[in-house]
């Protein structure tokens, strides 16, 4: 058990990897073991998370399960793995999600033993950046989430596949350019690229020019705070570097679709709340309103541009930029706040209200976004079409899908009782006061949720059954094993917050006090 | 009973429906019979809980009622729900009762029951004569093939509706309350496969659609205005927040404009949940929806919601008003406005149900006006007693409807329309039960005095507005005007539509096979139309001539004011507001108005539809009097076109071309594809420059030794002693060189 | 007594001759017995250099007969080659065995 407690985030990043390595030395007619060994290795990393969520010491809110080891000495990098309160919500979303992306891949048939070893690298990459607690680390981990998923859309995608994945390639690895140089000049010039450390020493600074390189310290903060925010930026997305995601996620295998929206948009927001505003405070706090109208502006036009929408998936990877824009908001709220020269129990408050909601938010949308791609997935492969205008009336034959897809369908719409309401209402408490002019427009992209909503419902399901569905079959038991899961947390969340909040809730509170 | 046992009924009301709906959901949706009754059991048992809470609470106004006035809240329970902060500082949900839940608990449950039951009749219309049930259409031949899915929805309403009533929080309330704007969505397009060949008609899935979103435009206000609730008081607790000390801290710290703001932002909730206007368009739609549907919507539920928001927050509410005029006069003049519109466009409807949807807008118009002059008892009166009436006339007109398509079946007659008011007439002897409940419904609906609960109601908000009006407000004085033809304008429709459907001969074929209906749907009938006529008297007026003196004491009045009295009269003595609530003298003007507007109304509606009945075809008597403005009427006052015109469509056009192929694909895009062509381009040149001159260049060197090479190569020739022939000619020449230099000769040469 | 140039000259003649054999020969046997006559040669300059010059170090009558053992190898292995390459070309002609050339 001491083993266990010691290296248990080394098992979690690293089992996918291993498992992906073994899948990969089977041969490859043998379809069926590959998938099932694969579904079954990818449980592992599962069971390892709810170890670590289990003997997460609640008291103790700070990064727990530390793992250090000297890496790369001549430049002070070193291979540091810690998890908190923020860190173990992705961690469970992670490792839920990718089994089930993985049994819901267990239709495709075109080299299958590599498709799942891209997932389980993938799944490595998403891990790993989640607990990396150095920055050279950190951005090992952020390239490598990349490269299986272009090849995953590459070779698995849709029909415009070339397109899209090189889109999405070329422009997140424009936004981690800046990225890179930037973290390369903090490490040069503090010898160290611990965040813990960087928290504490650069931005403490206090001297004009930086060592070893020479440079003004005001200029290479504000010039390195933005490569950071246009990186995690287009990764979130925000508007307006918002455009390569519904190219991706409309080419993107279902299953792909699934990790992307829940997991992959992730890794932005999860970088501004764990690097960009502990690392850059002042600057953020400037910032803060540029955020807030940024993730304003993604609301409202996420939500318009769903509503615009006939590619039901494209309707649903809109809707993700919108949703993502609540976790802007609530990201610019705790910039405001946690780089304030005061602050006061109410600022606090908001605060912590609006992060909260900002992590629960990531965890949410990650639920439902997979949900909603998965749901279009099945019907599209049973029709054979995205196009709104085609389906019709389909909730006459296949019943459970249309249950199913109304239920994830008002998850996803923020219907109280569901998740995706306690994470808005956060956000939305959280956000009156500093920014209460970006907030109350914002109310315009809610009232679009419901409209590309039930625009999505309605020509799917409802409506006179078009005569082509007539013999379309309900959902298999693999896709009954794939939704419930996600529906019962959907609605374990809606109804009882505390147990993932609590936890959240915890660090986030930490921070602030 | 003890104050724990009172708690767990509290949290107990709406716990039955709601787990229904899981139960009938998750395991039991292919049982029909299972089905109801398990939706019966769970509202019976909602009922039972709610009662007891409800009567208990009643019997400590009658036992002890200085303690029930000082300490308002009975029961009041709640858990930490959201983390944020320490613990202290998390959110807490929770429920209570206090006399204005206890009326509330009387009411629903009983309704809701009363709906459950006649639902049962009314999707079994025709059992067993089935053939082929379509999946989500009406049936005329057979149970409804959804008939476990309706009952499960059903229950989740009435489950939601509870749960707003004992919710001591505005976060537990908007909850219950979304959840009623998700079941009004499902129920409303139930019959999500139904279309119609009038392509004017409103399909019931777009009904739902149009619900949804119209109610959402006010949520996401109210959403607003409950976070600033918070932000200001810091919680969301009804009894936390509604102290007189709470109030005052409000007012001083964000100021009475900005809690009148926070009103309005919540009010903006109602707006859109109890159909007012502007967002009052989705109302008549709703009837698209199965007639118990129309009924649970307009009376016990959803539209009573928006209403009970309004009297629940009344303290805050009267802050507001009492201290910022506009506030009340924007809440007054919306629902004075609505009250009024809604009445002359429910005179020139035909439809069965719309009248008496236009009705209910018009009466949630009444209460909300109430609101706006701050008679928060009138307001509550009349919500409890238009329950009863609005959903005895909604049932009863489920079951014209149903009478007139027994008679479609029997003449084989589907073209005609069975909601058709113009088809109907004569029903009076056919569907006896039916006629007399909606007689008496609709004589309560239009204050028919004395015996009626509407007329008890309506005439409190009347006097209270009047008495408002005496107070100087020249607005009270216009919103009282507008009801009072309003209440005209209800008693002549409502004796207009009573008219054309039971009264005269039938005008077709439907009609005159009308059947009445099963004994699921008459009872509930009965028994609501009992409690129409006999809750107003509950609610006499003390000092009212005869009735007064009997009952000595105006029940509701003192029971409801309960609630908010003490909280009203300690902000009376800090100063915030200028006065609590106080029974108002009775005044016999707006007495008589209102005795003379029902009884002429009703009159004029006899002699204009009822004296003689109208013929098969017969054009509307009020065509010709009123000319353009009867089109006008007839047509809603164009406002579903106007919104059409300024809101749907260009919203449309601007997410579609705007923000998704201009902005998106156009701008955005279009940059990115600039940029990336650039970059093939510049890509393409370098390509070209290393093409043709680094490699050109290399190639030519390469070729230039190549013939070199080929010159020299012949020099090999393979022959051995060829090579030996050479190399002893080169050995010999060398060693003559060396020799030459070392014998000297070359010296004088090479120096 | 001979001088020691007589020895020279008739070692450098019969040295050309074997030189001219290589040369000129076009029978792969004839020009192997030609370098058998330029070894030849050698061995009669190094007796000769050793005799009339230090007749006490037997250094130069190890060189010859350390030439002669080694001439005996280098016939027993040309004329070997010479037999491989008559059978695999039917012809021991020089000029004819022009593989090498470019």
């Not at chain 2, 600033?228 to 001083?252: I, Q």
């Not at chain 2, 106007?642 to 260009?650: R, W």
Request: with cysteine; charged share 15%.
């Amino acid at each position: 058990m001491e083993f266990l407690q010691e290296n248990i985030l080394l098992l979690i990043v690293f089992t996918p990897l291993a498992a992906g390595l073994f899948i990969l030395l089977l041969p490859d007619d043998e379809k069926t073991l590959i998938r099932w060994l694969a579904l079954i290795l990818s449980f592992i990393p599962l069971a390892f998370t709810l170890y670590a969520w289990f003997n997460y010491n609640r008291w103790e809110a700070g990064l727990q399960f530390q793992i250090f080891a000297e890496w790369f000495p001549s430049i002070g990098s070193n291979f540091h793995l810690a998890a908190d309160g923020i860190s173990l919500p992705m961690l469970l979303l992670t490792t839920i999600l990718t089994p089930l992306a993985i049994l819901t891949s267990f239709n495709i048939d075109e080299r299958i033993r590599v498709y799942m070893f891209l997932f389980l690298l993938l799944e490595t990459a998403m891990l790993g950046l989640f607990v990396s607690m150095d920055l050279v680390i950190f951005f090992i981990f952020w390239e490598l989430g990349l490269v299986p998923m272009y090849f995953l859309i590459r070779h698995w995608g849709g029909k415009d596949r070339r397109y899209a994945s090189f889109k999405f390639i070329i422009y997140t690895m424009a936004g981690s350019l800046g990225l890179l140089l930037a973290i390369q000049v903090i490490g040069l010039s503090m010898g160290t690229f611990d965040i813990i450390t960087l928290m504490d020493r650069w931005v403490n600074f206090q001297s004009d020019t930086l060592p070893n390189t020479g440079l003004p310290v005001d200029v290479v903060k504000n010039v390195a705070f933005w490569a950071f925010v246009i990186a995690f930026a287009i990764k979130i997305p925000i508007w307006p570097f918002h455009t390569w995601l519904p190219d991706a996620h409309t080419e993107a295998p279902t299953a792909g679709s699934m990790i992307l929206a829940g997991v992959l948009l992730k890794l932005g927001a999860y970088g501004f709340i764990r690097l960009v505003i502990p690392l850059f405070p002042e600057q953020a706090h400037v910032a803060a309103g540029v955020l807030a109208i940024a993730g304003m502006l993604s609301i409202i036009l996420g939500g318009y541009a769903a509503f615009g929408q006939w590619d039901f998936k494209r309707l649903v990877a809109y809707s993700s930029i919108s949703h993502m824009g609540f976790v802007v908001l609530g990201i610019a709220v705790m910039a405001w706040v946690y780089g304030a020269e005061a602050t006061n129990g109410k600022m606090v408050s908001d605060a912590i209200y609006a992060t909260n909601g900002a992590v629960l938010q990531m965890f949410n949308h990650g639920l439902s976004a997979a949900a909603m791609f998965f749901l279009v997935g099945v019907v599209y492969e049973r029709t054979h079409t995205r196009q709104l205008k085609e389906y019709g009336g389909i909730w006459t034959v296949v019943p459970f899908f249309g249950a199913a897809l109304v239920f994830t369908s008002m998850a996803s719409l923020g219907l109280p009782g569901l998740n995706g309401f306690v994470s808005e209402f956060m956000v939305v408490r959280g956000a009156w006061n500093p920014f209460t002019i970006q907030l109350a427009l914002s109310m315009l992209g809610l009232l679009m949720t419901g409209a590309y909503i039930l625009k999505g419902i309605g020509f799917t399901l409802h409506g006179p059954l078009n005569p082509k569905w007539k013999n379309l079959k309900d959902m298999t038991m693999r896709e009954h094993l794939v939704i419930w899961p996600l529906m019962i947390l959907m609605l374990s969340i809606g109804v009882w917050p505390r147990w993932i909040l609590a936890i959240i809730n915890d660090t986030v509170t930490r921070i602030f006090t | 009973m003890s104050e724990e046992l009172l708690t767990v009924f509290t949290w107990l009301t709406p716990a039955g429906p709601l787990l229904t709906f899981f139960v009938i959901i998750l395991l039991f949706n292919r049982f029909k019979t299972l089905s109801w009754v398990l939706a019966w059991l769970g509202i019976l048992s909602s009922w039972i809980f709610g009662w007891t809470v409800a009567f208990n609470i009643i019997g400590d106004f009658f036992e002890n009622y200085e303690h029930l006035v000082e300490n308002p809240t009975v029961v009041a329970s709640s858990i930490a729900w959201i983390p944020a902060g320490t613990f202290q500082q998390w959110l807490r949900i929770g429920v209570a009762a206090d006399a204005l839940t206890a009326i509330m608990l009387i009411m629903v449950p009983f309704v809701t029951t009363g709906i459950f039951v006649y639902s049962v009749g009314y999707l079994r219309w025709g059992e067993g004569r089935g053939v082929n049930p379509v999946k989500g259409k009406p049936n005329h031949d057979g149970i409804d093939p959804l008939f476990s899915r309706f009952f499960a929805f059903m229950s989740l309403f009435a489950g939601a509706m509870l749960l707003l009533v004992v919710a001591d929080d505005l976060l537990l309330l908007f909850i219950g309350w979304e959840l009623m704007g998700l079941c009004s969505y499902l129920l409303i397009g139930f019959w999500y496969a139904r279309t119609y060949d009038n392509p004017e008609a409103t399909p019931p899935r777009k009904a739902a659609v149009k619900a949804f979103l119209t109610t959402r435009i006010g949520d996401v206000f109210m959403l607003l205005g409950i976070v600033f609730f918070y932000r200001v008081f810091g919680t969301l607790t009804f009894t936390d927040a509604f102290t007189a000390e709470s109030l005052e801290n409000a007012v001083n710290l964000i100021g009475v404009g900005l809690i009148a703001v926070m009103v309005l932002l919540l009010f903006a909730g109602t707006v859109g949940k109890s159909a007012q206007w502007p967002l009052h368009v989705w109302l008549p739609e709703a009837m698209e929806g199965p007639t118990p549907v129309s009924a649970v919507i307009h009376a016990a539920a959803m539209v009573s919601a928006g209403v009970y928001l309004m009297l629940r927050l009344f303290p805050l509410v009267a802050v507001a008003i009492d201290t910022v005029p506009q506030a009340g006069i924007i809440i007054g003049g919306i629902g004075a406005f609505t009250a009024f519109m809604a009445a002359t466009i429910a005179v020139t409807q035909n439809d069965v149900k719309r009248v008496l949807a236009y009705s209910t807008i018009s009466q949630l118009g009444y209460m909300i006006a109430a609101i706006g002059v701050g008679a928060y008892i009138a307001a509550a009166f009349h919500l409890i007693t238009h329950a009863f009436f609005k959903s005895t006339l909604f049932l009863g007109s489920g079951s014209i409807i149903h009478g007139m398509e027994h008679g479609a079946e029997h003449v084989h007659d589907h073209h005609t329309d069975p909601q058709d008011m113009t088809n109907m007439g004569g029903l009076r002897k056919k569907m006896p039960f039916t006629f007399w409940t909606f007689l008496i419904a609709g004589f309560a609906l239009s204050g028919f005095p004395i015996i009626t609960a509407g007329f008890w109601s309506k005439d409190e908000i009347l006097a209270e507005t009047w008495f408002e009006g005496g107070q100087g407000e020249v607005l009270a004085f216009i919103i009282f005007w507008a009801l009072v033809i309003g209440a005209f304008l209800t008693a002549f429709y409502t004796m207009r539509q009573i008219s054309m459907v039971f009264l005269g001969n039938s005008r077709t074929k439907l009609a005159e096979h009308a059947q009445e209906s099963n004994r699921f749907m008459v009872v509930p009938l009965v028994a609501l139309a009992f409690f129409a006529v006999t809750l107003g008297w509950g609610g006499i007026p003390e000092d009212f001539p005869i009735f007064g003196p009997i009952l000595k004491e105006n029940f509701f009045h003192e029971f409801v004011g309960t609630t908010v009295e003490a909280t009203l009269e300690e902000l009376a003595e800090l100063g915030v507001i200028s006065g609590g609530i106080e029974a108002i003298p009775t005044n016999n003007f707006p007495l008589i108005a209102s005795i003379t507007v029902a009884l002429s109304g009703l009159f004029l509606g006899w002699w204009v539809y009822g004296r003689k009945s109208l013929e098969t075809g017969q054009q509307d008597p009020l065509v010709r009097p009123l000319g353009p403005l009867y089109t006008f009427l007839f047509h809603k006052w164009w406002w579903d076109e106007l919104y059409q015109k300024v809101i749907i469509q260009p919203t449309k056009t601007f997410s579609r071309k705007v923000v998704y192929e201009l902005v998106d694909k156009g701008i955005i895009d279009g940059t990115l594809h600039l940029i990336g062509r650039s970059v093939f381009r510049l890509g393409y040149y370098m390509k070209r420059f290393e093409e043709v001159v680094i490699t050109g260049g290399v190639d030519w060197l390469k070729d230039q030794v190549l013939s070199l090479a080929q010159e020299f190569r012949t020099i090999q020739t393979g022959r051995i002693q060829e090579y030996i022939l050479v190399s002893v000619l080169i050995g010999w020449a060398l060693i003559v060189v060396v020799l030459l230099i070392n014998s000297g000769v070359l010296d004088g040469i090479l120096n | 007594m001979i001088p020691l140039w007589w020895y020279l000259v008739v070692a450098a003649l019969l040295f050309c001759i074997g030189l001219y054999g290589v040369m000129a020969r076009r029978n792969a046997v004839a020009i192997l017995m030609a370098v058998e006559l330029m070894l030849n040669a050698v061995n009669i300059n190094l007796i000769a250099f050793w005799r009339y010059t230090d007749p006490a170090d037997t250094t130069g009558m190890a060189w010859a007969i350390f030439v002669l053992a080694v001439a005996a190898a280098e016939a027993a292995v040309g004329l070997a080659l010479i037999i491989s390459i008559y059978r695999s070309r039917d012809s021991v002609v020089a000029e004819e065995l022009d593989t090498l050339k470019y």
